[in-house]
């Protein structure tokens, strides 16, 4: 197929793009915007006068640092207990034989079905009586496994070389250092999926960093930025623009640094 007889998928994938950009164009430009001008009907695309005046306020009215902070090492550690946990328990879903192995991976498939919100109660109470609440542990704890990482990294490591495995028993090494050094070094597309996907969750969960965290000094950057940029009778749009705007770039950083073992790991793990 030429380039002359593909217009008509041009077409429908420039429509969509733009409709995917749209939203973090505006967000961007209007972070640049006054508040007038942001609620201003017509609204206007490029600010008529940019200013800089709602990051200058995001950051002296926050406590920016300690809830940048925050975020980053809840999300840091979610994502690196995803990868730890979640590669071995997937690991000894695919290649272990053990009393119980398929219920248990039934137990995992049935759990992705289960929705977040039917286990959000109990799972609150469970971190109360535990003594955790208003404190990062309780941001953590609850989030270090998830069923989705363990299925995603079951699938991948079932399409393993068991050779390999049989080689690395066969020369006395146990199943541990088998993990470390022959599972996870080949396993780098779906821990780069993997690690995304949990990023991306942790860096932007606001329901339950917002019910568990009572003080500010346990805000993460989405729920404070959620508090500050609405007052009593209004909301401060340039504000949350601005604060969305910052919010968002760690995910992009991310995003282009891991993205061709990103789009190898989805392409590898049968996920469409």
Not at 71 to 76: G, L, N, R, T
Not at 89 to 108: D, M, N, S, W
Not at 117 to 137: C, E, I, Q, R, W
Not at 180 to 187: E, F, G, K
């Amino acid at each position: 197929m030429t380039a002359k007889n593909r217009w008509w998928l041009y077409v429908p994938l420039t429509v969509a793009l733009v409709a995917v950009v749209s939203p973090f164009a505006w967000m961007v430009l209007g972070s640049f915007k006054g508040e007038g001008e942001i609620r201003r009907n017509p609204p206007t695309w490029v600010p008529e006068a940019p200013s800089l005046d709602n990051y200058t306020q995001l950051f002296s009215r926050l406590q920016f640092g300690t809830y940048f902070l925050n975020s980053a090492v809840v999300a840091v550690l979610v994502t690196a207990g995803n990868l730890l946990f979640c590669s071995m328990v997937g690991y000894a879903l695919a290649k272990l034989e053990f009393r119980g192995k398929r219920t248990l991976f039934v137990i995992v498939m049935a759990t992705l079905m289960i929705p977040g919100v039917v286990t959000f109660v109990p799972l609150y109470v469970l971190v109360v009586n535990a003594g955790l609440a208003n404190s990062l542990p309780a941001l953590i704890l609850p989030f270090l496994v998830s069923p989705f990482g363990v299925f995603l990294m079951r699938q991948f490591i079932v399409g393993l070389p068991g050779e390999l495995l049989d080689a690395g028993r066969v020369d006395g090494a146990g199943e541990l250092r088998i993990f470390a050094r022959i599972v996870l070094p080949l396993c780098g597309p779906a821990l780069a999926t993997l690690g995304i996907l949990t990023f991306l969750g942790s860096w932007n969960n606001f329901l339950w960093p917002l019910v568990v965290a009572q003080q500010e000094s346990e805000y993460t950057l989405p729920v404070a930025l959620a508090l500050y940029s609405t007052g009593q009778n209004s909301i401060q749009y340039g504000l949350l623009l601005a604060g969305a705007t910052i919010v968002v770039v760690p995910v992009l950083l991310v995003f282009l640094v891991f993205q061709r073992r990103f789009i190898e790991g989805i392409a590898t793990t049968g996920i469409k």
